[in-house]
């Protein structure tokens, strides 16, 4: 179970100035390569003890300030963040034998952002918002869904839901952007952003 890459190579001169720009780059091309959902990434966190979590969400915004996903403050995720403001992010675009792997600090984003952004999301997933207690044991899937048709008669289609005071956004705050193109004979290429002052030096790691 070994696949044998033999994509085109990723070379200095071929970067962006910056990992932003690079990374807008090979967002595209995933897009246009039909990956699906190029915007998933593996978000990986560690509690005050240095244990780690990972787990899928959807990136929904980024810019040279950072990389920005919504979740529950009070799910796993958002207890580990709160204790260990420290977070990765992969992207595993397989189909091209790409990789981008981001590191740093996380803050939350402000409220009017992220009520900006709740206001995009469909009338159902802005009532699941509510309904659902991330990552908290619950007795069984019916009262999940008898929560859910609480709040549906309570907020019908078309009336504004409000957003959940314990829901909202974080920005990864990248220090460092690996992107990885798979080569032949395990030679991969690996280039590295590390944020240097204001500006980013460039780095080759070994495969």
């Known amino acids: 179970m070994r696949k044998h890459y033999q994509h085109e190579g990723l070379a200095e001169g071929d970067l962006a100035a910056d990992p932003f720009e690079q990374f807008t780059a090979w967002f595209h091309d995933a897009a246009e390569a039909g990956v699906t959902e190029p915007n998933a990434m593996v978000l990986s966190t560690a509690d005050a003890a240095g244990r780690p979590s990972s787990r899928t969400v959807l990136l929904k915004g ?3 300030r950072g990389f ?3 979740t529950n403050y009070g799910s796993r995720k958002g207890a580990e963040l709160a204790a260990n403001p420290q977070a990765a992010l992969l992207f595993p675009w397989i189909a091209l034998a790409r990789q981008v792997v981001v590191r740093g600090r996380v803050e ?9 952004y709740f206001r995009t999301r469909p009338h159902g997933s802005q009532l699941g918002a509510w309904a659902s207690e991330q990552s908290s044991p619950v ?3 019916e009262v999940l869904e008898q929560r859910y048709a609480e709040l ?7 009336e504004g839901v409000p957003v959940p005071p314990f829901w909202g956004g974080y920005r ?3 220090e460092a952007v690996e992107f990885w193109q798979g080569r032949e004979n395990r ?3 690996r280039l590295c952003f590390l944020a240097e002052g204001d500006g980013w030096r460039v780095e080759r790691l070994c495969p």
Do not use: N
Request: charged letters at 30%.
């Open 62 to 64: 980024f810019d040279r």
């Open 68 to 70: 920005v996903f919504y």
């Open 108 to 116: 939350k984003v402000g409220r009017d952002e992220t009520a900006a």
């Open 139 to 141: 007795a069984g899937r």
């Open 152 to 158: 549906a008669a309570r907020y019908p289609e078309g």
């Open 172 to 174: 990864v705050l990248p």
């Open 187 to 189: 030679l991969h290429d």
